[in-house]
């Protein structure tokens, strides 16, 4: 019996294994695989149900202009046209019509047609009415989110009975063209006459050449105001004069009988500029206030810009002009804290139109009496690289070059024991020979009694100059001395490293040797040096008769990198005086001539050489 039992029961599991269910993997896939197939029928059945709907729409739009169109051919001739507007009439410029439960909106535009059978205005003296028959265009768009980009538009020209005749009115032609002096066609044109009671409104677009030609339009004196539009473009205008405007650039215009009026207006494709507010080492500063304007007036005397504003960078020191306007712009800080030494690209900066510009300006804490110098090439307007720049009068002769980075010290009377160089009147160490007081700020040797210290040495701070750079030139103020100090009486040493702290700081002279120096023969930097981010310098002094000392007044340190403003150099710790300025390289010309400095840290000087 038991035996029976276990033959069935295992028969019975046999059974059981033959019968094979899906794996969860195996009915993953299935679900997949048919989900694929239903949203691709998914998507064609929409795809399908949109085309019918927008097929359906533009049939509707279709027979609801051919009911416009079939109204205004019935109508009397005179009143054809536009409720207020030229030709005058009594239909709207737009409306809402529902059909079928669907919103249109329907846009009517009628233009008075000069053809050429009976001569044209302004060719044919004896024309005397241009009138000659109305243009009707009639357009439709859903009103409601119906997916549609553009409207269904018919048209159809309606003439009069009998001959034309003359008229006391005057002819009104738009032009709109862009920054290459081609027609812009499109363009919404808007003209509000107010001589009329109530005032004439005319809404029309530009032809493929950028013409609106408003034919037989009242007379008026000053009376057409102007606004010519276009999405993503700038938009020009008339300007009617007021108590801040007193002399418009482009006043309202007038239409005077049996003449034309012509008047143009430029636009074209606004424009993105992201300004970045930075130092000399390329770091950002946040939160810098500046203001900006154009170069297009729309007053004169006094000047009104088109466009004056005043922003703040970001906490990143950043801001983005969006939707900028083509133009040459001007960039300032004056009335701030800071002050801009240069910019990358030269100010002003030409923004193009359709163009994703950037602007770097390079931005200090202000101080008095300084210059800015912007050298360009005479023939081309670029900025010029590798011209020397020379300031000088009365106990001062400085001279930079072009496209080249500057870290200078002018100042050591704050005294030592600064690591890093953020006070700009401090440094690191002097080994006790050195006197910073008297005059304040200059460098000599220190006293004792009535005879100076034959000799002694300063080390700096650390120079961060906030990336990898390449050396240049090391230059100095003064570099004549009393002769009896002897040779070379002033001379340097340089240490860098791409570590604000390295083990040690191994000072060495222009051959990358620890016994040799930098003085007023040796003043381009070992090219070991090239490469590295921060950099302290030593200076030495010394002195043959210890009844003299030698002086120093500035150092500076010349380097390139990626925000080096390009034809650009900046003076700083000037006074209040006049100064001559000189502009100098190799194939050409001089140029120079006199620069008042008076207080005013955004003095700029543009100069042009030619070769």
Same mark, same amino acid.
């Given at each position: 019996?038991?035996?029976?039992?276990?033959?069935?029961?295992?028969?019975?599991?046999?059974? +059981?294994?033959?019968?094979?269910?899906?794996?969860?993997?195996?009915?993953?896939?299935?679900?997949?695989?048919?989900?694929?197939?239903?949203?691709?029928?998914?998507?064609?059945?929409?795809?399908?149900?949109?085309?019918?709907?927008?097929?359906?729409?533009?049939?509707?739009?279709?027979?609801?202009?051919?009911?416009?169109?079939?109204?205004?051919? *019935?109508?009397?001739?005179?009143?054809?046209?536009?409720?207020?507007?030229?030709?005058?009439?009594?239909?709207?410029?737009?409306?809402?019509?529902?059909?079928?439960? $669907?919103?249109?909106?329907?846009?009517?535009? =009628?233009?008075?047609?000069?053809?050429?059978?009976?001569?044209?205005?302004?060719?044919?003296?004896?024309?005397?009415?241009?009138?000659?028959?109305?243009? $009707?265009?009639?357009? %439709?768009?859903?009103?409601?989110?119906?997916?549609?980009?553009?409207?269904?538009? &018919?048209?159809?020209?309606?003439?009069?009975?009998?001959?034309?005749?003359?008229?006391?009115?005057?002819?009104?032609?738009?032009?709109?063209?862009?920054?290459?002096? &081609?027609?812009?066609?499109?363009?919404? $044109?808007?003209?509000? *006459?107010?001589?009329?009671?109530?005032?004439?409104?005319?809404?029309?677009?530009?032809?493929?050449?950028?013409?609106?030609?408003?034919?037989?339009?009242?007379?008026?004196?000053?009376?057409?105001?102007?606004?010519?539009?276009?999405?993503?473009?700038?938009?020009?205008?008339?300007?009617?004069?007021?108590?801040?405007?007193?002399?418009?650039?482009?006043?309202?215009?007038?239409?005077?009988?049996?003449?034309?009026?012509? =008047?143009?207006?430029?636009? @074209?494709?606004?424009?993105?500029?992201?300004?970045?507010?930075?130092?000399?080492?390329?770091? %950002? &500063?946040?939160?810098?206030?500046?203001?900006?304007?154009?170069?297009?007036?729309?007053?004169?005397?006094?000047? =009104?810009?088109?466009?004056?504003?005043?922003?703040?960078?970001?906490?990143?020191?950043?801001?983005?002009?969006?939707?900028?306007?083509?133009?040459? #712009?001007?960039?300032?800080?004056?009335?701030?804290?800071?002050?801009?030494?240069?910019?990358?690209?030269?100010?002003?900066?030409?923004?193009?139109?359709?163009?994703?510009?950037?602007?770097?300006?390079?931005?200090?804490?202000?101080?008095?009496?300084? +210059?800015?110098?912007?050298?360009?090439?005479?023939?081309?307007? +670029?900025?010029? %690289?590798?011209?020397?720049?020379?300031?000088?009068? %009365?106990?001062?002769? $400085?001279?930079?070059?072009? @496209?080249?980075?500057?870290?200078?010290?002018?100042?050591?009377?704050?005294?030592?024991?600064?690591?890093?160089?953020?006070?700009?009147?401090?440094?690191?160490?002097?080994?006790?020979?050195?006197?910073?007081?008297?005059?304040?700020?200059?460098?000599?040797?220190?006293?004792?009694?009535?005879?100076?210290?034959?000799?002694?040495?300063?080390?700096?701070?650390?120079?961060?100059?906030?990336?990898?750079?390449?050396?240049?030139?090391?230059?100095?103020?003064?570099?004549?001395?009393?002769?009896?100090?002897?040779?070379?009486?002033?001379?340097?040493?340089?240490?860098?490293?791409?570590?604000?702290?390295?083990?040690?700081?191994?000072?060495?002279?222009? @051959?990358?040797?620890?016994?040799?120096?930098?003085?007023?023969?040796?003043?381009?930097?070992?090219?070991?040096?090239?490469?590295?981010?921060?950099?302290?310098?030593?200076?030495?002094?010394?002195?043959?008769?210890?009844?003299?000392?030698?002086?120093?007044?500035?150092?500076?340190?010349? #380097?390139?990198?990626?925000?080096?403003?390009?034809?650009?150099?900046?003076?700083?710790?000037?006074?209040?005086?006049?100064?001559?300025?000189?502009?100098?390289?190799?194939?050409?010309?001089?140029?120079?001539?006199?620069?008042?400095?008076?207080? *005013?840290?955004?003095?700029?000087? *543009? +100069?042009?050489?030619?070769?």
């Amino acid at each position: 019996m038991k035996s029976l039992f276990n033959k069935k029961l295992r028969s019975y599991n046999l059974r +059981l294994k033959s019968v094979r269910g899906f794996s969860l993997i195996e009915v993953l896939v299935a679900v997949a695989v048919f989900m694929l197939f239903a949203l691709g029928i998914y998507g064609g059945i929409t795809f399908v149900f949109k085309i019918v709907y927008q097929s359906r729409i533009e049939i509707l739009e279709t027979a609801l202009l051919s009911e416009e169109l079939e109204v205004i051919r *019935n109508m009397e001739f005179e009143d054809v046209g536009i409720e207020n507007g030229v030709p005058a009439g009594v239909l709207p410029y737009s409306k809402t019509v529902v059909r079928d439960g $669907v919103p249109f909106m329907v846009i009517t535009t =009628i233009r008075n047609i000069d053809d050429e059978f009976d001569g044209l205005v302004g060719v044919d003296p004896s024309e005397t009415a241009p009138a000659d028959y109305k243009l $009707v265009e009639v357009s %439709a768009i859903c009103a409601n989110n119906c997916s549609q980009k553009n409207p269904v538009i &018919l048209n159809t020209i309606v003439s009069p009975k009998g001959l034309e005749g003359a008229s006391d009115n005057g002819h009104l032609f738009i032009n709109v063209f862009d920054d290459d002096g &081609l027609g812009v066609p499109g363009v919404s $044109v808007h003209v509000v *006459n107010s001589a009329t009671d109530p005032d004439t409104v005319i809404d029309d677009t530009t032809d493929n050449d950028g013409w609106v030609k408003i034919i037989d339009t009242p007379t008026g004196t000053l009376s057409y105001h102007i606004t010519v539009s276009k999405d993503d473009y700038s938009t020009d205008y008339t300007i009617e004069p007021t108590a801040e405007n007193t002399n418009p650039t482009k006043l309202p215009a007038n239409v005077t009988t049996q003449s034309i009026t012509e =008047i143009y207006f430029s636009i @074209d494709e606004l424009a993105d500029l992201e300004i970045n507010t930075i130092n000399q080492s390329c770091t %950002a &500063l946040g939160n810098i206030p500046f203001s900006l304007h154009g170069d297009k007036k729309i007053g004169t005397n006094p000047v =009104i810009y088109k466009l004056n504003e005043s922003h703040t960078s970001n906490a990143s020191g950043i801001y983005h002009y969006a939707d900028l306007e083509w133009d040459d #712009y001007y960039f300032s800080t004056s009335g701030t804290a800071y002050m801009v030494i240069g910019s990358v690209p030269q100010l002003p900066v030409v923004v193009e139109p359709a163009q994703s510009q950037a602007l770097s300006l390079i931005i200090l804490p202000k101080t008095d009496n300084s +210059l800015l110098v912007n050298v360009r090439d005479a023939g081309t307007e +670029l900025p010029l %690289a590798g011209a020397t720049v020379r300031l000088y009068g %009365a106990s001062y002769d $400085v001279s930079y070059e072009t @496209d080249l980075g500057y870290k200078r010290q002018t100042d050591w009377s704050g005294g030592s024991g600064q690591e890093d160089f953020i006070n700009e009147d401090e440094y690191y160490f002097d080994d006790g020979g050195i006197d910073n007081s008297s005059p304040a700020g200059d460098l000599k040797l220190d006293k004792v009694g009535s005879n100076y210290l034959s000799s002694g040495y300063l080390e700096s701070s650390t120079f961060d100059l906030g990336q990898q750079v390449d050396f240049k030139n090391i230059i100095w103020e003064p570099l004549s001395h009393d002769p009896s100090c002897g040779d070379e009486p002033i001379k340097f040493q340089i240490a860098s490293s791409n570590s604000s702290t390295p083990e040690t700081w191994d000072f060495v002279g222009p @051959d990358g040797n620890s016994g040799t120096y930098y003085d007023s023969t040796e003043t381009l930097i070992w090219s070991g040096h090239d490469d590295n981010q921060y950099f302290r310098y030593r200076v030495y002094l010394t002195t043959d008769n210890t009844k003299k000392t030698p002086t120093l007044s500035e150092l500076a340190f010349t #380097y390139t990198n990626e925000c080096t403003p390009p034809g650009q150099v900046f003076f700083s710790g000037l006074s209040a005086t006049t100064y001559t300025l000189e502009v100098s390289k190799s194939g050409y010309l001089t140029n120079s001539g006199e620069v008042e400095i008076s207080g *005013n840290a955004d003095t700029v000087v *543009n +100069l042009s050489v030619s070769e």
